[in-house]
């Protein structure tokens, strides 16, 4: 390989490297959010330590530098530098390399670069992480770039710091471009001194980065195109390749792009080169000169064919490629809900972060492969949907059958255009199953079932299968039986009973229904038939029962009136919160010889404990030295070992005891009847 070949291969890498860094394209995600095309804070990180004078004798890393900072003048880039063997020979804080004299700066100072001294990558990493972590924050993507030949060797160094030392620094400087999101890209020169790099790949990956490995400098072209796969949207096309005359000769370039913001045109020999006329309708250009390339940058390129007037050795062979740049965002826009079983359309589209609009190139768009993957993050299983192009953007319609989380990304490619967005995360919502009706209804005790078709009672917007259960059964005894989507009521007994129907779809959402039978029996149902029959019962009945009240009456007024006497004496055994209730006393005597509540014999004394059963628990005088207490609870009561049930009075006498285990599960009284 002769020394042109060399130093054409290392100027086509310098360009790509910078299409990489300062083209990567932006990137939005659902509703519209639009982030900005961010600009680049970059530290290079330059071995020199003596074994550089071998490995790049001809200083060709020192050059790229120089002519990526040349080259990356638009936008808020700004550059820093760390050059390093077993100190730190040389650094420039991040400079704004728009600014003429601070590029200016920035380059003589990477001049003064020479090869010498033992390595401390450890030193130089460090001072690198420092300095782009601790510089103004602006916005812009941090990135380190560390270009070294070999591992720490600090066998003969006088700076008083080991190899422990610098691994140590090498872990920290890892852990801070980790946290803050610095990607470390290496790139390991092979030469006599060393024959294994894995350790900057380590340093890659563990920032999200990629290393790569060359036996040259000049490989650095190969390793450049890989980055540049990787990370930006631009692509380099190869044009056309001339013989140089040795005199001045034409080279042409059709520019059919409406949508370029800015048109690199790169023209490559293998001897001197020069640019002699640059004819173009576009009012702002400018060249970047070379002995062995001309680099012309057009800003906002208008459609024409743009014609150079060239000069180079002759025989020589001038080989011309072109670099479009777009000032885009990618936008993918997602409607606010997406419905399981509903279409839900999804765009992407271009936004000219320059016009501040959308991208309306039918070109543009036509001349794209676009896909959308839509992941299902339960299963994991990512389905690839084909776009459908249009004059402003792509778009998919998916029909979605299952709610959850899901993400999605975009991949396009074209003739100089490709990238992938980043994913974007959107939920599938599920239309829960609605109650369409309730049903009342009457009917008579028979023995044949009734059917009800419960479909009937709900409705799924996403035409989900339904499952029905019985949730609840209440009142008089039916016998039910559920199949599918029907129903079997057979009544036992007469009365009303309420049914609970309930509906699951496929994610499990709910609703309920209800099923109210008032059952009759056959005499009161067919009213109108027995009427007179009812009447008659009816009168009879009214007659004996008028006869049972009369001798009662009668016979209650012949019978003494029962009145209170004694006390009664309360214990709390367990009451809520633990709380302590002291013994309670009542003489009965102070109360109307009526029944009375034992809610009301509480407030009496002050407790105010929330009990409201006790207002259900009442107490009577009866004739005899006795009292009678009768309930329409469910809690537990007993008079010795007696249990008293509901609504059956029962007598107390003297010394008996009442125990109340109340429904509330915690609170339980005893109530003991004395004379005295």
């Known amino acids: 390989m002769n ?57 060709n890393s020192i050059e790229i530098i120089k002519m990526m900072i040349d080259m990356s003048t638009g936008g808020q880039n700004r550059i820093g530098y760390v050059a390093y063997n077993d100190t730190i020979t040389t650094h420039f804080s991040l400079a704004d390399v728009s600014n003429n004299a601070l590029r200016s700066d920035l380059k003589k100072t990477i001049d003064k670069t020479e090869f010498s001294g033992y390595t401390d990558m450890g030193l130089g ?88 490995t060359a036996t040259s400098p000049y490989q650095l072209v190969d390793i450049f ?6 990370n930006t949207s631009s692509v380099l096309t190869p044009v056309e390749n001339q013989t140089a005359t040795g005199a001045e000769q034409y080279m042409d370039i059709k520019v059919s792009d409406e949508s370029l913001s800015e048109l690199n045109i790169m023209l490559l020999s ?51 490629s072109t670099l479009g740049v777009y000032d885009f965002s990618d936008m993918v826009t997602i409607p606010d809900t997406i419905t399981k079983g509903k279409s ?113 009672l709900f409705t799924d917007d996403d035409s989900d299968l339904l499952t029905y259960s019985i949730v609840s059964n209440q009142g008089a005894r039916m016998e039910t039986l559920l199949s599918q989507n029907q129903l079997s009521i057979t009544p036992i007994d007469t009365g009303d009973t309420t049914i609970i129907i309930q509906a699951r779809d496929s994610a499990g959402d709910t609703a309920t229904a209800s099923i109210t039978v008032k059952t009759l029996p056959l005499w009161k149902y067919y009213y109108k038939i027995t009427l007179i029959i009812s009447i008659s019962v009816s009168l009879i009945v009214i007659a004996v029962i008028a006869f049972c009240i009369i001798r009662y009456i009668r016979k209650k007024a012949a019978m003494p009136k029962p009145a209170f006497t004694g006390v009664l004496v309360g214990y709390f055994l367990a009451a809520k919160e ?5 013994p309670l006393k009542w003489l009965l005597t102070d109360y109307p010889n009526k029944g009375l509540s034992l809610s009301k014999l509480l407030k009496s004394r002050g407790i105010d404990i929330p009990l409201p059963d006790a207002e259900k628990i009442w107490i009577s005088p009866k004739v005899g030295n006795s ?30 005891k009442i125990f109340i285990a109340f429904e509330d599960m915690t609170t339980e009284l005893e109530l003991r009847y004395k004379l005295q």
Do not use: C, W
């Open 3 to 59: 020394k042109h070949s060399h130093i054409y291969r290392l100027i086509l890498s310098v360009f790509l490297v910078i299409t990489l860094l300062f083209h990567i394209p932006a990137y939005s995600f659902a509703k519209e959010y639009e982030d900005k095309k961010a600009d680049y804070d970059i530290v290079f990180v330059l071995d020199v330590s003596a074994s550089m004078k071998t490995t790049d004798k001809n200083r």
């Open 125 to 212: 990493l460090k001072y690198a992480a420092n300095l782009i972590t601790k510089s103004e924050a602006i916005g812009n993507h941090p990135i380190i770039i560390l270009l070294s030949d070999g591992e720490t060797d600090l066998s003969g160094s006088k700076s008083g710091r080991t190899d422990k030392d610098s691994r140590k620094d090498i872990e920290s400087s890892i852990k801070t471009a980790a946290k803050n999101e610095i990607p470390i890209y290496t790139i390991g020169l092979t030469g006599d001194y060393n024959t294994n790099l894995d350790y900057l790949k380590d340093i890659s990956d563990r920032t999200k980065a990629i290393s790569y």
């Open 225 to 230: 195109n890989g980055i540049l796969s990787e």
């Open 270 to 320: 293998e001897g001197n080169i020069t640019t002699e006329e640059v004819l173009t309708s576009s009012k702002d250009y400018s060249v970047i000169s070379s002995k062995t390339y001309q680099l012309i940058k057009l800003y906002e390129p208008v459609m024409e064919t743009i014609r150079i007037k060239i000069k180079a050795d002759k025989g020589s062979t001038i080989r011309l």
């Open 344 to 456: 839900a359309k999804i765009t992407f589209q271009f936004y000219d972060t320059r016009k501040k609009a959308l991208v309306s190139d039918e070109k543009l768009y036509q001349n794209l492969n676009l896909d959308f993957y839509v992941k299902e993050l339960s299963s994991g299983e990512e389905i690839k949907y084909p776009a459908i192009a249009g004059a402003d953007g792509y778009s998919f319609e998916p029909v979605l059958e299952k709610s959850g989380s899901y993400e999605l990304r975009t991949s396009y490619s074209g003739d100089a255009i490709f990238g992938e967005t980043k994913t974007i995360a959107f939920d599938v919502n599920n239309n829960p199953p609605m109650k369409v009706k309730d049903i009342d209804e009457t009917f008579a005790k028979t023995k044949t079932a009734r059917l009800y078709n419960l479909d009937e």
């Open 578 to 582: 633990d709380m302590e209730i002291p």
């Open 627 to 656: 009292i009678e207490l009768i309930h329409n609870t469910r809690d537990t009561i007993l008079i010795g070992s007696r249990t008293v049930a509901k609504n059956t009075p029962v007598i107390i006498y003297p010394s008996d």
